[in-house]
């Protein structure tokens, strides 16, 4: 399942940013799909996650509160809206597509996107 963000950029604090992952591939609409970011020098670590017919979603404490995901199976595309950026948040974004969506691993995804770069200045 080839998948593509784009919607990075660069921000001020505060901000917000609108990222969507689009899939191609008949497979899509039966697959969870999460978002994982990588910051400089960091290991890639979970974001959030939606089920496969959107009817549930799962994030990290980190950006609870603050970030959305959100799909369209009619057009597959999942979209993550980003809310109060802060600088911690900058970091490419990954969107990936797996069995699960309650599953927080990178080992637990089997498709990956080239990622999109968000950097958030103070």
């Known amino acids: 399942v080839p998948l593509e963000e784009s919607g990075g950029g660069l921000v001020q604090t505060g901000d917000s940013l609108r990222l969507s992952c689009v899939a191609s591939g008949s497979t899509f609409y039966s697959l969870a799909v999460g978002w994982f970011r990588q910051g400089p020098m960091e290991e890639r670590e979970y974001v959030a996650s939606?089920?496969?017919?959107?009817?549930?979603?799962n994030y990290a404490d980190s950006v609870k509160g603050r970030f959305t995901i959100s799909r369209d199976n009619n057009k597959k595309t999942v979209t993550l809206e980003m809310r109060s950026l802060k600088p911690e948040d900058t970091a490419v974004y990954y969107c990936?597509?797996?069995?699960?969506?309650?599953?927080?691993?990178?080992?637990?995804?089997?498709?990956w996107g080239r990622g999109t770069q968000v950097t958030v200045s103070s």
């Open positions: 939606i089920k496969f017919d959107g009817s549930a979603s």
């Open positions: 990936a597509a797996g069995s699960f969506y309650r599953d927080t691993r990178t080992r637990d995804y089997d498709y």
